[in-house]
C-alpha cells in the first residue's frame, strides 16, 4: 500500500512514514522542559521565549548573567552525532536543505546574540536526555555559578 501523496501548494509530498512530524511543537519541548527543571534545581532563575538580538529568541534566558540557552533537535539542527547523516525518500532534499537553513540561522543567531552581549550557549537534545544535570551544569558554569 503506498501512501505517498502529492501535495500541489507546498511542494512537499506527504508520506505515512513524515506524519508523526505533523504538529511537532518548537517550543516546551521535552528536552528543554527536562533541561529547565536541572537548571532551576541548581538554584538559577531563568525566563522564557525572550528575544536576545533581532529577530533572535533564545528558548530561555537567564538575564542576571546574561546567558541566553538554545536546545536544539538532533534531526532539526543536524546534530553531528544524531543527526540524519542522509535523509531518504521523496522529501530528501527539502529535508536537506531545511536542515543547512537551521544551521545557518542558528550560526547567525549565535553571532546576533554574542554581538548583543550575551553569552550563548547551545545544548543538543542528546545531551539533555542522556545527562540533564550536566548540561545543567555546563549554564551554571556559563553564569560563573557553583552550585551547592
Not at 536546545?71 to 532539526?76: A, E, L, Q, S, Y
Not at 539533555?128 to 556559563?142: F, G, K, M, P
Request: proline content about 5%; hydrophobic content about 35%; some cysteine.
Amino acid at each position: 500500500m503506498d501512501l505517498t501523496v502529492e501535495q500541489p501548494d507546498s511542494g512537499w509530498v506527504r508520506t505515512g512514514k513524515g506524519d508523526h512530524l505533523r504538529g511537532r511543537r518548537s517550543r516546551d519541548t521535552d528536552p528543554e522542559v527536562k533541561l529547565r527543571r536541572a537548571v532551576h534545581r541548581l538554584g538559577l532563575r531563568y525566563r522564557l521565549q525572550r528575544m536576545v538580538a533581532p529577530r533572535c529568541t533564545a528558548d530561555f534566558i537567564l538575564p542576571r548573567h546574561r546567558v541566553a540557552v538554545f536546545v536544539d533537535g538532533c534531526f532539526w539542527h543536524g546534530c553531528p552525532v544524531h543527526g540524519a547523516v542522509r535523509v531518504q525518500g521523496p522529501n530528501a532534499k527539502r529535508w536537506a536543505d531545511k536542515i543547512e537553513a537551521n544551521r545557518r540561522r542558528d550560526r547567525r543567531n549565535t553571532q546576533a546574540s554574542e554581538a548583543a552581549g550575551w553569552t550563548v550557549i547551545r545544548v543538543w537534545e542528546c545531551e539533555v536526555r542522556s545527562d540533564a544535570e550536566q548540561a545543567a551544569l555546563r549554564i551554571a558554569e556559563a553564569c560563573g555559578h557553583r552550585p551547592g
